[in-house]
T-cell receptor, first 112, second 112 residues
């Protein structure tokens, strides 16, 4: 079946550094990918829609300069958390639109 | 935007059939209904998708009444490993991010 690969699965960084998370569709092309954020015991919150070859669309309240999204190819979207701070610590999940909507395995970001 | 409502939690026992119902009163004509399973610190895993009537695969069945305002995920003979959060997602993936808002999900707890 279709697979979405997300990397890294876990990252720990110092406050003020930037972290890049990759999301790849392994066996299908995804014009559209989505990025979500999830806090412990809470549901997934849509952060932004990533469209190949164009600017991402951010949900209300999500800072586009903080969460940079690049979707340079039909199989890869990246989310960069810039100048990360402890409040950015969270579980980040990507999804890709293929025949169905498939999700990556998630990235646990911990900012010290 | 098709908002979904599910029970917050459910309990059952190994070997039982579990039915989880999701309400989506303002589902749109082009919307599909998809159910996902999520374990802690993992991305949602696709279970089943349908548009109307009944769909069955190797792990679950999905029942959708004629008015499509609700859907029921049926898990036959559950085991301890089925303890997870289950989300129903209603939307048209080709239509962008509309409808890709997750509800709170149902925390299913299976006991021996």
């Amino acid at each position: 079946g279709a697979v979405v690969s997300q990397h890294p699965s876990r990252v720990i960084c110092k406050s003020g550094t930037s972290v890049k998370i990759e999301c790849r569709s392994l066996d299908f092309q995804a014009t559209t990918m989505f990025w979500y954020r999830q806090f412990p015991k809470k549901s997934l919150m849509l952060m932004a829609t990533s469209n190949e070859g164009s600017k991402a669309t951010y949900e209300q309240g999500v800072e586009k300069d903080k969460f940079l999204i690049n979707h340079a190819s039909l199989t890869l979207s990246t989310l960069t958390v810039t100048s990360a701070h402890p409040e950015d610590s969270s579980f980040y999940i990507c999804s890709a639109v293929g025949e169905k909507l498939f999700f990556g395995s998630g990235t646990q970001l911990s900012v010290l | 935007l098709a908002k979904t409502t599910q029970p917050i939690s459910m309990d059952s026992y190994e070997g039982q059939e579990v039915n989880i119902t999701c309400s989506h009163n303002n589902i749109a004509t082009n919307d599909y209904i998809t159910w996902y399973q999520q374990f802690p610190s993992q991305g949602p895993r696709f279970i089943i998708q349908g548009y109307k009537t009944k769909v069955t695969n190797e792990v679950a069945s999905l029942f959708i009444p004629a008015d499509r305002k609700s859907s029921t995920l049926s898990l036959p003979r559950v085991s301890l490993s089925d303890t997870a959060v289950y989300y129903c997602l209603v939307g048209d993936w080709g239509g962008g991010a509309d409808g890709l808002t997750f509800g709170k999900g149902t925390h299913l707890i299976i006991q021996p």
